[in-house]
């Protein structure tokens, strides 16, 4: 199974910039894509950015298009999420989430079988 572990949250201002960072250290299986999610207290996940592992096609909200851009590793074992002219609006927790199988949407939570434990990104006006 996967072990998801974020890293690379922290506090911007408004237009600057973050690189969260998801490295999967599970060896037990084989991950058909993962994905970015962001969740504020009080409502659902919402998919930031996915990238499918092998054929490294990707995928955005269109909240983010534009400013993110999602790529993995060569090793294919570490995930990043670019966060460009940030607002105050992207303020969340990020998770990484990985899914064994293709199965779903790639933005949508339930495709997802792991998730990691989050980092917090916080964007002051």
């Known amino acids: 199974q996967a072990r998801l572990e974020e890293s690379g949250g922290g506090s911007v201002q408004a237009g600057g910039s973050l690189r969260l960072s998801c490295r999967d250290s599970?060896?037990?299986?084989?991950?058909?894509?993962w994905a970015w999610f962001r969740q504020v207290p009080g409502k659902e996940p919402e998919g930031v950015a996915a990238?499918?592992?092998?054929?490294?096609?990707?995928f955005y909200a269109d909240s983010v298009k534009g400013r993110f851009t999602v790529s993995q590793s060569p090793t294919k074992n570490t995930l990043y999420l670019e966060m460009n002219t940030l607002a105050p609006e992207d303020t969340a927790k990020y998770y990484c989430?990985?899914?064994?199988?293709?199965?779903?949407?790639?933005?949508?939570?339930?495709?997802?079988?792991?998730w990691g434990q989050g980092t917090q990104v916080t964007v002051s006006s």
């Open positions: 990238i499918t592992t092998t054929s490294g096609n990707t």
């Open positions: 599970g060896s037990t299986y084989s991950r058909y894509s």
């Open positions: 989430a990985a899914a064994a199988n293709y199965g779903g949407a790639h933005l949508v939570s339930s495709t997802y079988d792991y």
